[in-house]
């Protein structure tokens, strides 16, 4: 490295401290960005490139710069003053590699935060705003703009795995959900560019990253395979977030570790602007000329932005978005613990493999109750033939989707809609088509009437509207067979998990816990049942859990009770509940334009869909791909096992009716349930105590409306009676 104005030298030294924050020289200096204690103001401004680095440091009190350090790894760091207070600007070069590079390393110099005496952070310990350049995807953002990322920043990450020998298998690009910038500098950083260069050249729109400037960007290449035809990541960003504007490749990052620096959001206070080069609906790309003069006087103007920005933490109200910015999704508290969502092959779990790790780790007392399969031969062919079609039922007219009501059977046999109550309300956001994917009339047509007056929503024969909709039926079964084929070798790999688990803790297998118990459950087919489930677009007047009166108030009220951050309702598209059943398949969810019909590249909202609250209260977003299978742990497996399964409530979030798009979002899924029969016995395996089917922790980490194990089972009642009680309880 280089340091100035000494004009000393020195030789790569080697480095210590490979697996923390390596250091390497006398002076203890940072490994890529080459700094040490000293060298960096708290106020910062980072640059791509050397030249608008300069450019910037122009803007210093007197020009001067103070201190320069030019590292062996391309970056470079400037300090000076702006207006007698300390600024640095540093150049990384391009790219999310370089900005976790530059955020990480220089935090690491800088002195620590500041606390009160309870501990709580007073000040940050740096203030970081990225200056750089960008395209524009939005037609009214020309060439020449500068775009302040008020809202946030999304990212556009390119799948490996979508890719296989013969090309891509299915859609190669994931939008992840938004990250905010700091409310109080993107204000003073907005305030400042629109005195400097008029209110007319300066926008506030969110940010879009790309993990490349190529494929993840939509850039056509005719020498690699992109996987640009299964999904254009250009219009799934334009899909989900229609008012995004700029699109580079390092914003999102530096937003994503500001976030995370310790103590969590607290530390490090970021936002970005970037001068609008390239225009991408026309190809109009802006002059040097022009360039450099929005390089001299936006880099002046968010240097007196920093200036004049305090370190100390801003009120809770000046911590939030600019006011100024488009409404955008909602973005999550992060999950606090270490669950995470586990993958298994379909070629895996057919060759009988040791999988009991991975098992445990889905399935067990601190997984999320969810396993995914990947690999599902015909799963994108069916999955596509038949979710569309959930619209299909709930647009045929009244009076047929009326015939195809099964009151007698509680409506879970054909058609429903608002039959069903969750959280104390009708649930009107969905409609549901149900079925048996593999046994058209288990008990026969007519049904026997013993087995129809005792079990009802099994034994009544299918109902399909064969004249309406002649392509449900077949589509129907073909994936729930598919699903249910996929679910018995899920249900052997647990089998043989639970065996080995309660061998370990030394419970009684034999006569207890039988070697295909769940694997049995998902075999009969006489207990399946499957739902097609259309969720209607959410109405911008409809609140996060609409309006349905005092119960629908009293379940808000619960659930902000429950939500973490003390707020964030999750559940406007179905409640908080756990599956009873012994074990469900999931389809990943297609989201589809209702005023077209057409499928969409991705959800308007990234933060809509399935949500898991796992057994210490954290919540986790289980979005999976559409080549993927999800299988849910449920209660009947829970008690089988003796605990050694355990189910995990979940919910799922509609999308935010903030944008024309997301009030026009309808979202089509398929679960299977499998689950025993209804006379089959709820008890524990032999040996094992009752009690420690359900721990006391897991109990108080539930949602307020999902009821505990053991306000509806007792010990050995049967799989009917715990049925009926659990209704009762949620109903």
């Given at each position: 490295?280089?340091?100035?104005?000494?004009?000393?030298?020195?030789?790569?030294?080697?480095?210590?401290?490979?697996?923390?924050?390596?250091?390497?020289?006398?002076?203890?200096?940072?490994?890529?960005?080459?700094?040490?204690?000293g060298d960096v103001a708290q106020r910062i401004v980072t640059c791509g490139t050397e030249e608008r680095a300069r450019a910037v440091a122009a803007s210093f009190d007197g020009g001067i710069i103070e201190r320069e350090i030019s590292s062996a790894r391309g970056f470079l760091t400037l300090t000076g003053n702006c207006n007698g207070v300390p600024v640095s600007v540093v150049a990384t070069g391009m790219g999310v590699a370089m900005m976790d590079f530059m955020v990480r390393e220089v935090v690491a110099v800088l002195p620590a935060v500041s606390v009160s005496d309870d501990d709580e952070p007073t000040a940050a310990r740096a203030l970081i705003v990225r200056f750089g350049t960008c395209g524009s995807i939005r037609e009214d953002v020309p060439a020449g703009t500068v775009v302040v990322c008020s809202p946030g920043s999304t990212?556009?990450?390119?799948?490996?795995?979508?890719?296989?020998?013969?090309?891509?298998?299915?859609?190669?690009?994931?939008?992840?959900?938004?990250?905010?910038?700091?409310?109080?500098?993107?204000?003073?950083?907005?305030?400042?560019?629109?005195?400097?260069?008029?209110?007319?050249?300066?926008?506030?729109?969110?940010?879009?990253?790309?993990?490349?400037?190529?494929?993840?960007?939509?850039?056509?290449d005719g020498s690699f395979e992109d996987g640009h035809e299964l999904g254009d990541p250009i219009a799934m960003v334009r899909a989900a977030h229609p008012d995004a504007a700029s699109c580079e490749m390092e914003t999102f990052h530096l937003l994503d570790v500001a976030r995370c620096a310790r103590p969590y959001g607290r530390a490090v206070r970021a936002s970005a602007a970037a001068i609008v080069v390239a225009h991408r609906p026309s190809g109009d790309v802006l002059s040097g000329e022009t360039i450099e003069r929005l390089e001299r006087l936006g880099g002046a103007a968010i240097l007196r932005a920093l200036a004049a920005t305090p370190l100390e933490m801003p009120a809770a109200a000046d911590a939030t978005a600019a006011p100024t910015a488009p409404a955008v999704p909602r973005p999550l508290a992060p999950p606090t613990s270490k669950a995470h969502v586990v993958k298994l092959s379909y070629a895996d779990l057919l060759?009988?493999?040791?999988?009991?790790?991975?098992?445990?780790?889905?399935?067990?007392?601190?997984?999320?109750?969810?396993?995914?399969?990947?690999?599902?031969?015909?799963?994108?062919?069916?999955?596509?033939?038949?979710?569309?079609?959930?619209?299909?039922?709930?647009?045929?007219?009244?009076?047929?989707?009326?015939?195809?009501?099964?009151?007698?059977?509680?409506?879970?046999?054909?058609?429903?809609?608002?039959?069903?109550?969750?959280?104390?309300?009708?649930?009107?956001?969905?409609?549901?088509?149900?079925?048996?994917?593999?046994?058209?009339?288990?008990?026969?047509?007519?049904?026997?009437?013993?087995?129809?007056?005792?079990?009802?929503?099994?034994?009544?024969?299918?109902?399909?509207?064969?004249?309406?909709?002649p392509a449900l039926e077949p589509a129907f079964k073909a994936l729930g067979r598919l699903v249910v084929n996929v679910g018995s070798v899920v249900a052997t790999a647990c089998d043989k998990y639970v065996v080995a688990e309660l061998e370990r803790?030394?419970?009684?297998?034999?006569?207890?816990?039988?070697?295909?118990?769940?694997?049995?459950?998902?075999?009969?087919?006489?207990?399946?049942?499957?739902?097609?489930?259309?969720?209607?677009?959410?109405?911008?007047?409809?609140?996060?859990?609409?309006?349905?009166?005092?119960?629908?108030?009293?379940?808000?009220?619960?659930?902000?009770?429950?939500?973490?951050?003390?707020?964030?309702?999750?559940?406007?598209?179905?409640?908080?509940?756990?599956?009873?059943?012994?074990?469900?398949?999931?389809?990943?969810?297609?989201?589809?334009?209702?005023?077209t019909g057409q499928p969409l590249a991705a959800s308007p909202d990234p933060t809509a869909g399935l949500y898991i609250r796992d057994r210490h209260g954290a919540l986790h977003h289980a979005a999976f791909r559409a080549d993927e299978l999800a299988f849910q742990i449920g209660e009947a497996a829970q008690i089988h096992s003796g605990g050694v399964l355990q189910a995990t409530p979940h919910a799922v979030r509609g999308c935010a009716p903030t944008t024309e798009l997301g009030r026009c979002a309808s979202r089509e899924s398929f679960a299977v349930f499998m689950q025993p029969w209804a006379q089959d016995c709820m008890g524990v395996p032999a040996g094992v105590d009752p009690a420690v089917a359900q721990a006391q922790a897991a109990i108080e980490a539930l949602p307020k409306r999902v009821p505990p194990l053991a306000s509806r089972w007792e010990n050995g009642i049967s799989f009917g009676e715990f049925t009926l009680r659990t209704i009762e309880k949620y109903h």
């Open positions: 490295m280089a340091y100035r104005p000494s004009g000393e030298v020195s030789k790569k030294p080697s480095y210590r401290g490979t697996n923390g924050m390596p250091r390497q020289g006398d002076d203890e200096r940072t490994l890529h960005v080459g700094v040490t204690e990212m556009v990450r390119r799948q490996p795995d979508a890719f296989c020998m013969h090309g891509p298998q299915a859609c190669a690009y994931h939008v992840c959900n938004v990250v905010p910038s700091d409310g109080a500098l993107s204000r003073a950083v907005e305030g400042e560019l629109k005195t400097a260069l008029g209110a007319h050249s300066v926008v506030a729109a969110l940010n879009v990253s790309g993990c490349s400037f190529y494929s993840s960007q939509g850039r056509q060759s009988g493999a040791d999988v009991n790790a991975q098992v445990a780790a889905a399935y067990g007392y601190e997984g999320l109750g969810l396993l995914l399969v990947t690999g599902v031969p015909g799963l994108l062919a069916a999955r596509q033939a038949l979710l569309p079609l959930g619209a299909s039922v709930a647009g045929l007219p009244g009076t047929t989707l009326a015939s195809l009501e099964t009151p007698a059977a509680f409506y879970a046999v054909g058609w429903s809609h608002g039959k069903e109550a969750l959280e104390g309300r009708p649930d009107l956001a969905k409609g549901s088509y149900y079925a048996n994917p593999l046994l058209d009339a288990p008990f026969g047509r007519p049904a026997e009437p013993s087995a129809l007056a005792q079990f009802p929503s099994y034994a009544h024969p299918n109902v399909w509207p064969t004249a309406a909709l803790k030394g419970s009684a297998t034999a006569g207890g816990y039988p070697i295909n118990q769940l694997s049995r459950i998902v075999s009969d087919p006489r207990c399946c049942k499957a739902r097609l489930l259309h969720y209607f677009p959410l109405s911008p007047d409809h609140g996060d859990l609409g309006d349905h009166g005092d119960h629908g108030k009293q379940a808000e009220a619960d659930e902000k009770a429950s939500a973490p951050e003390g707020g964030a309702e999750f559940s406007d598209w179905c409640g908080w509940h756990n599956d009873h059943g012994s074990l469900t398949g999931l389809v990943s969810a297609m989201y589809l334009d209702s005023r």
